[in-house]
């Protein structure tokens, strides 16, 4: 059997490590429909889609197996707020024996354009509350994530309120169409690969997203 080349072989480490699919978001009714609850209800989705059990609660985590791509995959909400998410995250992948490059972050991102997405192997916070808190419990921040992006605020506007604001309407109708198309990308980067997702989904306009003047009566 001849040796798999470089590149193959990095594919299928990678295709291997993804076992967790993590959506960060704020517990409680009144968060459901902010923009910092993306990660969350993208979570959701793949778990409605994919025909999943409802989460039952483990320690400050909530947690639910589905199959995805053929694959056994746990989805993971705390069940704190988003800037303690580090602390429950870490708690429970050590209980479950899952390291933190093996877990898939899913996280709203306000220096990205309203709409896009995009996969990153691993880097920085970018200021965002709910990934300075895995950096600083997991110890690296060499967690795959993926990144939904929800724009910059209006210069007058502070971020921490602009990402707890509830979305506009014309927010909420493109993230209906977003969503399922995030949903599709998530699917292919637990079947064939990070990199994979990251050459099909990264730059690539999403289906219906809104145009500058559309956004800015919600913004």
């Known amino acids: 059997m001849s040796t798999p080349a470089p590149a193959e072989a990095e594919s299928r480490n990678r295709r291997e490590l993804l076992k967790s699919i993590v959506g960060l978001g704020n517990p409680g009714l009144q968060y459901v429909s902010t923009r ?12 409605r889609k994919a025909g999943g059990n409802e989460f039952r609660s483990q320690g400050r985590v909530s947690v639910t197996t589905i199959f995805l791509a ?9 069940r704190t707020y988003m800037n303690l998410s580090g602390p429950a995250v870490a708690e429970w992948a050590e209980w ?7 877990i898939l972050v899913m ?3 306000l220096d990205l354009p ?5 996969f990153r192997p691993g880097g920085g916070s970018g200021g965002h509350r709910g990934l300075i808190s895995l950096v600083e419990a997991l110890k690296t921040d060499q967690f795959p994530r993926l990144r939904l992006g929800i724009g910059a605020p209006p210069p007058n506007q502070d971020p921490a309120d602009f990402v707890l604001e509830v979305e506009s309407p014309e927010e909420e109708e ?4 977003i969503l399922p198309w995030a949903a599709e990308a998530v699917h292919l980067a637990i079947g064939e690969g ?21 956004s800015e009566g919600g913004m």
């Open 36 to 47: 910092h609850n993306l990660g969350v209800r993208l979570l959701e989705l793949i778990r």
């Open 194 to 214: 990070l990199e994979a997702a990251m050459n099909a989904y990264n730059g690539a306009l999403g289906p219906g997203e809104l145009t500058d003047t559309e």
């Open 107 to 109: 996280t709203d991102d």
């Open 114 to 118: 309203l709409g896009r997405i995009r």
């Open 96 to 102: 479950a024996g899952i390291g933190a490059e093996e």
């Open 174 to 177: 493109m993230w209906n169409r």
């Open 70 to 78: 053929g694959r056994e995959v746990e989805l993971v909400r705390t």
